[in-house]
């Protein structure tokens, strides 16, 4: 039997394991073996940013091979997450390109004393025209939760939020919601048989954000998420609208009014002059400062089990996460009294989301109000109260 490949397990999320699985034939008794590997060679670009196809070689050395052949396991997740990570997350919205990619392997044997390297296998291989086909991949990850609740070692992608369902989000009139939608496609054989996703043969596109205005009040369905808006009165200055890149790999959004302390650091460090002493004169100190960063102490605000679990384990786990600041000079200069992103002058700052070392997701024996309480720490340093223009 010639060398076969397959893949066993993945999903189309590349931040999870994507198993190639490459068999070999077995060597007759009286050979004799020097070396032999397996060679795997991936090869990958990012669709609409790579202008040219990046190759990455895995390799696998085999010893003694058992009667029935050899059969290697690869992971080869990692190769299109260096692809992945060169991606450059906005805070607007866009559609995010796919990961393309095919594998070759090949053999590399010396075998009595006589080196060989075998024919290149392709996978998965050409199409009745003789032209290659391609594997796709998108950006995210799906948890070792999800990975074990998979069918078969396999899972597919179709929605793009972990939002819960048990309540809905509270927004306000005037903020801006921002979501990706959930894939829609046909349905499966049988006709009855639900949309269940899309698998890595056949993706046929990559996710689009959405970024609208709430301008109603009350209950109401955005992207297929439940949300309560209420008046634009409630949009006070301690209300802050977030915007996050999700563990599935597309900008989502949250907005809390819990703004519970702001704290700065500056750090000063002494030096001292050496100068010649006098009687009357002396060695001069100086001090070197650098302001650092505001920080601003936050909480979800009370919230069911299944939101605090969200808090805790989708936005604080954020990577790449934007607050909206407003620009209070400017909103003067233009008398505008509104803090809220659609209506005020501002921008979307880079920030990140730390904890607490624990968090308390349950405590059996209170009625205690549930919350996630975190720090917003800014990228830049300085003011961020109003940008300080000269």
């Known amino acids: ?83 992945a990570d060169k991606y450059e997350y906005v805070h607007t919205a866009t559609t995010y390109p796919r990961i393309k990619f095919r594998i070759v392997v090949w053999e590399e044997k010396m075998v009595n004393g006589v080196p060989y390297t075998f024919n290149e296998v392709e996978y998965p291989g050409k199409d009745q025209n003789d032209n290659d086909i391609y594997l796709f991949a998108l950006q995210g990850a799906y948890s070792k939760a999800d990975r074990r609740a998979a069918t078969n070692g396999f899972k ?40 269940t996703g899309y698998g890595l043969d056949d993706l046929p596109c990559g996710p689009t954000s959405v970024v609208t205005t709430i301008a109603n009040t009350g209950a109401q369905i ?17 209300r802050r609208e977030f915007r996050f890149i999700n563990s ?51 909480s979800s605000g009370a919230v069911d089990r299944h939101w605090q679990q969200w808090f805790q384990h989708e936005f604080c786990m954020g990577k790449h996460v934007w607050m909206f600041v407003p620009d209070e000079k400017a909103n003067a200069a233009n008398n505008i009294s509104t803090c809220l992103s659609s209506e005020s002058y501002g921008a979307w700052l880079p920030v990140h989301i730390t904890t607490e070392e624990t968090v308390s997701l349950m405590k059996a024996d209170g009625d205690e109000v549930l919350e996630v309480a975190f720090v917003v720490e800014m990228d830049d340093e300085g003011s961020t109260d109003a940008y300080l223009r000269v």
């Open 156 to 195: 597919k992608v179709k929605d793009f939020s972990r939002k819960p369902s048990s309540a809905p989000q509270i927004v306000c009139v005037g903020e801006t919601f921002a979501y990706t939608p959930a894939f829609n496609g046909t349905e499966t054989t049988p006709a009855t048989s639900p949309f």
């Open 1 to 83: 039997m010639a060398t076969t490949v397959s893949i066993p397990s993945g999903s189309p999320l590349c931040g999870s394991p994507i198993i190639l699985r490459v068999h070999v034939d077995s060597l007759t008794p009286s050979d004799t073996l020097a070396y032999h590997r397996i060679v795997v060679k991936v090869i990958a670009a990012l669709e609409g940013v790579d202008t040219n196809y990046t190759d990455q070689m895995f390799y696998a050395t085999i010893g003694e091979e058992p009667q029935e052949g050899t059969t290697v396991d690869f992971d080869i997740s990692f190769a299109l997450q260096t692809l």
């Open 248 to 298: 599935l790999g597309v900008l989502d959004s949250i907005s809390v009014y819990s703004l519970a302390e702001v704290v700065a650091q500056a750090d000063s460090t002494m030096f001292s002059k050496a100068v010649y002493e006098s009687f009357a004169g002396f060695a001069r100190a100086f001090y070197r400062k650098h302001d650092g960063p505001e920080k601003l102490k936050m």
């Open 222 to 238: 955005i992207g297929g998420k439940s949300v309560y808006a209420m008046p634009k009165a409630k949009a006070t200055r301690d």
